[in-house]
């Protein structure tokens, strides 16, 4: 079964079961309860974890006493590949479950040891980690070009796709604290953007968020973007349904 689960998986998605069985015999299933650290900035970096299940916060404390969120990770992604691929002896981040989690856990050594071994599982990470330089970049060009209702109104989307929720009706995953951090901007801004979500079809009430007009929201959101039509987002919720209203569905 962990094998099935384990291909399944990205990273090892072009691992043969060999391979597959080779990683099983040398790294082991841990738990990792919500609000727990999996490691913390400055711990020396022992191992390397891919989520089974759950999310993990990557987050660094500033001297002011703020958490700045740089990834919020969810399941079938791996957390330190930075730190494999540059070979860091010190943890540069801290990594704290928002909710139960269970992750695969290798030792670092023996992946370096093994990775002439290991398939294709080194130009995965390299994918890895273009992605996530990619997804800067974008949010670089978002947080110098968008307002804050417009940041906040692209993260929704991605979360309703990202999680598969009902874009009608879902409850965020994450506390709007959480989601501040996750997209640099103050708590006050957060609440502020909120209420003015509704004139682009976005209601959000309490922490219970409603797409009730996809066109509008594709509007002041999407067509502000440069990569809107390589988003996953974007062709979750607008492909092939720009015609339709999210209220009368």
């Not at 609440?191 to 009430?205: E, F, H, M, N």
């Amino acid at each position: 079964m962990i094998q099935l689960t384990l291909q399944a998986l990205p990273i090892f998605s072009d691992s043969n079961p060999e391979q597959v069985a080779l990683i099983i015999r040398n790294s082991r299933i841990i738990t990792c309860d919500n609000g727990k650290f999996l490691f913390r900035h400055g711990d020396r970096v022992t191992h390397f974890y891919v989520i089974f299940r759950g999310a993990m916060q990557l987050f660094r404390d500033t001297p002011l006493g703020y958490e700045s969120t740089s990834n919020i990770l969810t399941a079938g992604e791996s957390i330190n590949a930075d730190e494999l691929a540059a070979c860091q002896t010190n943890h540069a981040i801290n990594a704290r479950a928002v909710t139960d989690c269970s992750l695969l856990e290798i030792p670092i050594l023996w992946m370096r040891e093994n990775f002439n071994i290991l398939g294709n599982m080194a130009s995965k990470l390299l994918t890895v980690l273009a992605d996530r330089l990619d997804d800067a970049q974008v949010e670089m060009e978002h947080h110098a070009t968008m307002s804050a209702a417009q940041i906040l109104a692209c993260y929704l989307q991605k979360l309703c796709v990202l999680y598969d929720y009902d874009p009608r009706g879902f409850v965020l995953p994450y506390t709007k604290q959480l989601i501040a951090s996750r997209l640099r901007i103050e708590r006050e801004t957060l609440s502020r953007a909120l209420p003015a979500l509704k004139d682009y079809g976005i209601t959000v009430t309490g922490s219970h968020v409603s797409f009730t007009d996809m066109h509008k929201t594709k509007n002041f959101v999407c067509e502000k973007c440069s990569v809107s039509k390589q988003c996953k987002a974007y062709r979750g919720l607008h492909t092939g349904m720009e015609k339709i209203s999210v209220r009368g569905t």
